[in-house]
């Protein structure tokens, strides 16, 4: 169990090395940017394409039409009548018996609490109505010296 501690130290080292390695890259290839230029490439004339040849399609063929069919009425079927059930008598249920509550025992009354008397707030200073107002920058002078 001794080998358990080992690969944990890998990790930060490895995050390390990958780290020096790529700035060393960055700052090549912005050395190589900044310093070469492109070069410049000829501009290539434009293909023209051939106009393709109208087509002129035979008129399409006339379908003709089909007369509306007219469906037969079926006669509406007769339902047989359903036989009258005499109705049943409703049972008679016999009364619930009336349930007396018990009687709650009467609790004490409450003790009377002393009244307190309302806390005063402290009042805050005021503050006077004829203080300047700062100002970030100082005034312009119109004059240069």
Known sequence: ????????ILLPLLVITISLMSGEE??????LL?????PRVPELPKPELPTLPKVELP????????PELTLPT???????TVPQVPALEKPELPPLPKLEAPKLPELP??????DLPKPTLPTFPSLQ???PFPSLFPPHSTTTP
């Open 109 to 114: 009354p409450l003790p009377h609490l002393p």
């Open 59 to 66: 008129p399409l063929p006339h379908i003709p039409t089909l």
């Open 1 to 8: 169990m001794a080998h358990l501690h080992r690969p944990s």
């Open 74 to 80: 079926l006669p509406k079927p007769e339902l047989p």
């Open 129 to 131: 109505k004829d203080i």
């Open 26 to 31: 960055v700052i090549a290839s912005r050395h």
């Open 34 to 38: 900044e310093e070469s230029t492109l």
